[in-house]
């Protein structure tokens, strides 16, 4: 790396830090820290959820996984349309009629304590779990091989780019977060542009990127749900439309966001921005993919000692091409849209699990502090615990993660408890008699199918296994298999159905 790139980090670097310093001086309390007042508008706050749910592990993952196994993650993005009407007029309605905090205050309102305390600790699992990945591939995976350092170094990174993450969120809350986000969701799609641009000149033009050999490994255009073909469009389309369902309907960082709007026009607005934002950057990575798997595949000596059809020379190959394919200054502008996408989608994760750990734990057994001051220091603490018990995390997925497929890594351990979570609320808002004793028993149910399709490829007890990833397959067998054994489970008469939620009347859409 040149001193220019060094430079252009840097002044990226500073100026995170600079606009948390400005919000620091702007809240008042604590629901300003957290939803920004109830009064944020739809593109920033847009752009904020985009690249909150568009980390650094979805940044390397589309290029590495095309470059594997081709364009076919891409179908994802079919799904869109359809998932844009389901949630925004859904689900996120649903949410703005009551004016909460906490998404788990909605499961003791049905269910009870027990099951909210079970919500909120399945958020916070999930959200670390993702946040420590996202930690390892942004180190492992760019910042140490763009340096050419070993892998001992890591553990180093992981913890500078935490701190630095966590004093602009803790500073500024969600204000600062929804402006960094907005201008990191902007270096993040840039950054891929720029790559795309150098890597088909380098080749010769887009047409020559296009018309590259393709790999006789690549998955074909197939519309089957063949469990013996490890991904087709239908199942990809499938698997994405349970994942935005899901994440929109019971993760706190997403309805966080709802909640950060003025209304519910304002609100489904900023989800549109949020989908169209994500359909351009997967076309873009994807597009990246093809690119450095031509480039490479033209010129094999670039990778060193990796080959281009290993795992683990698709998961470097975007780093590499960073650091040796780029004009200095141009490199340097990448490499902090890559650390933009990692601190955007940790700066959401610390400040919405500082939000469920202050409501949903802190408040209900310890109470809350005698001024609206202490509650927001109690809350910027909480931000930073948060953030420790990332890093230790992430030095523990980088014990799994050196020879998996960067994707499938991302898809298990960010989402193995996506399903699960959002069963409470299905289970809360659509099944009038549902039963704690139904809730519990989907969730387990849902919970042991995602482990084994998402970490050994089978149903367990010898059922259904293959030799390949049942990776998107994971979230709509589990969220299937809840739904049916909690329905059937709050059948069994062994305690009553929970009385259904009473809502306030639907604001104007």
Known sequence: MKPLDWIVIALYFSAMLGIGAYYALRNRSREDYLLGGRTMGATSVGLSLFATLFSTNSYLAFPADTIINGPITSAMILAYPLVYFIVGYGIIPQFMRLKVTSAYEILEKRFGIGVRMLGSFTFLSLRVLWMGTII???TDKVIVPLLGLPREYSPHFCIGLSIITIIYTAMGGLKAVVITDAVQSILLLAGAVLTLLVASYYMGGFSAVWNAQTPPQWASLDFSLDLSVRATVTLVMISQLTWWICTCGSDQMAVQRYLATRDLPTARKMFGISLISSAATIGTLVLVGLALSAYYRSYPDQLKSYGIDTTEGANIAFSQFIVHGLPPGITGAVIAGLMAAAMSSLSSGYNSSSLVLAVDFIDRFFGK??????????????????????IAVSLLVAQRGK????????ITNSNVFVAPLFLLFFMATFVPWATRLGVWSGFAASTFIAVRLGFYSDFGFGLWHQEHSLTFWMMPVSLLVGIVVGCLASLVPLSKPCPMLETLPTEAA
Not at 375 to 386: F, S
């Open 136 to 138: 390892y591939a942004t």
């Open 369 to 390: 502090a005698k001024s609206e001051h202490g509650n927001l220091v109690r809350t910027q603490v909480l931000t930073a615990l948060v953030g420790a018990a990332t």
């Open 403 to 410: 020879d998996a497929n960067l994707f499938e890594l991302v």
